[in-house]
Each structure stands twice: as structure tokens, then as C-alpha cells.
């Protein structure tokens, strides 16, 4: 499958405006592994799951197919990126620890990147793939925000984007599953932030190629009308939505 790139376009912004994942998961995560040698952190973005990680693990490997992403990401000494699609990588075979996937697993061509977690997991290693969608903020934003991601950008949704609309109920996971307790991320913004968040997203991008700018300015100015005060600053919430499972 050839690598389909939502995300250059629009990296460094991507970057600013992805609210953080809470410290409480990581601490999770790292205890389902077998050891702490080794993480891997698919489809890592900004390395914003990859640097968390790297306060658990001794040493952890991050890859994208993005060299933009790449070049925005946060950087730590205990982190190693590489440019890489997530189906095929550099890793030795049974060295890692613990795979993540942080809201990105729906882009990948899953039967090879299972076939490669299970060629580079160590024995009693563990998958978790998460995801979150629309934030929980007040009730006529997040009323607006509905009707801007199932109306506005709908036409718009990349293949398989259903997935993050499902909360990755449905998507294809051959492992023996762990359920997880619930997990959120939770931060504080203004007008600007959540403006910033939406243009982040590739729907928006496709949008406003469609489109043109306009459209998507005519929209902010909508929302602007129902947060009321911009530089008002509202709690938004996302609750996280998990696949976790043993790799044998």
C-alpha cells in the first residue's frame, strides 16, 4: 500500500496544538511490558508518546513516514526517530519491550504491521493502539464542534478515517486483548488554541484545498460567536480509546 501523507502539509501546527497524553497512562503502559529495554512508538508524530516513554524505557525507537513530522518532533536523548513506515522497519527481530501506536494505527496497512510487531516483540511484549476525537468543552461548542466534523468536513474524511469516529471499536486486532482503565487527556484552552487544534487536522487541510480559505475563516468566525470571550479559557477533555493486547 503506498504511504498516504495527511500530515506534512501542516506538521509544525500539528505539533503546537495536539493536547498532551497524562502521565498516569505511561506509567500503565510501561507496566505491561516484560522489561524496559526497548519501546517502539509507530506513526509517532511529534514524539509527544515517544518522549513520555522515554522516561520508562532505557531506550526508545520512533517511526514515521513523515520526514516533516519528523523534523518537529520534541527531541530527548533517550528517544531515537527514524524515517520509517511503521509495516517495515530497521528493528532486530524479538528486541522490543512494549509498541505503541498513538492515533495513527487507522493509516497503516495492518496485516504487515502486525506481521512486524510480531517479528520484533520479545516474548510476553505488549501492543497498545489508542486513539481520541472530538474534546468535551461546553455544551454549544461541543454541539458546533459535531456538526463541523460530521456536516462541514465529512466529505473530506480520508479512507478509513471511520475508525477514529468508532473509537476503534471495529478495527482488525489479532491479539489477545487487555482492557485497560479509563484514561482522558484534559488542558485548558482559549478560542485561539481550539482554532489552532482544528486546523491541524487533515480534514481541515483537505477542506480548505477544496474550498479555500474563506469557507474555513466563515466557520472560526461561527465558532468565535459561540465561545463568546476569545481569550476566555475553557477545561476540554478527550477520553481515549484503547486496543491493548499480548503479542505471542
Given at each position: ?125 505488549a501492543l497498545a493502539v489508542w486513539a481520541y476525537h472530538l474534546p468535551r468543552i461546553a455544551p454549544g461548542v461541543d454541539e458546533w464542534l ?103
Open positions: 500500500m503506498t504511504f498516504r501523507d495527511h500530515f506534512s502539509k501542516q506538521a509544525a501546527s500539528y505539533a503546537r496544538h495536539r493536547p498532551g497524553y497524562p502521565a498516569e497512562l505511561f506509567d500503565y503502559l510501561a507496566g505491561l511490558a516484560p522489561a524496559h529495554n526497548l519501546a517502539w512508538d509507530c506513526g509517532t508524530g511529534n514524539g509527544q508518546a515517544a518522549v513520555n516513554l522515554a522516561e520508562r524505557f532505557a531506550r526508545v525507537v520512533a517511526t514515521d513516514a513523515s520526514s516533516e513530522q519528523l523534523a518537529n518532533a520534541f527531541p530527548h536523548e533517550r528517544v531515537e526517530y527514524r524515517n520509517e513506515r511503521s509495516e517495515r522497519t530497521s528493528l532486530e527481530a524479538s528486541t522490543v519491550d512494549l509498541v505503541t501506536v498513538a492515533t495513527a494505527v487507522h493509516w497503516f496497512d495492518l496485516d504487515p504491521f502486525y506481521a512486524e510487531v510480531q517479528r520484533v516483540t520479545r516474548p510476553g511484549g459535531a456538526h463541523y466534523f460530521r456536516h462541514t468536513v465529512r466529505p473530506y474524511w480520508p479512507d478509513r478515517f471511520y475508525h477514529i469516529d468508532e473509537g476503534y471499536r471495529n478495527l482488525y486486532f489479532p491479539f489477545a486483548e487487555i482492557d485497560p482503565p479509563d484514561f482522558h487527556m484534559e488542558t485548558t484552552w482559549d478560542l485561539d488554541c481550539l482554532i489552532g487544534f482544528l486546523f491541524s487536522w487533515s480534514l481541515t487541510q483537505r477542506f480548505i484545498e477544496a474550498k479555500g480559505s474563506e469557507p474555513f475563516e466563515e466557520q472560526m468566525t461561527e465558532l468565535s460567536e459561540i465561545w463568546g470571550d476569545k481569550d476566555a479559557r475553557r477545561q476540554a477533555i478527550w477520553p481515549l480509546h484503547f486496543r491493548i493486547g499480548r503479542v505471542s
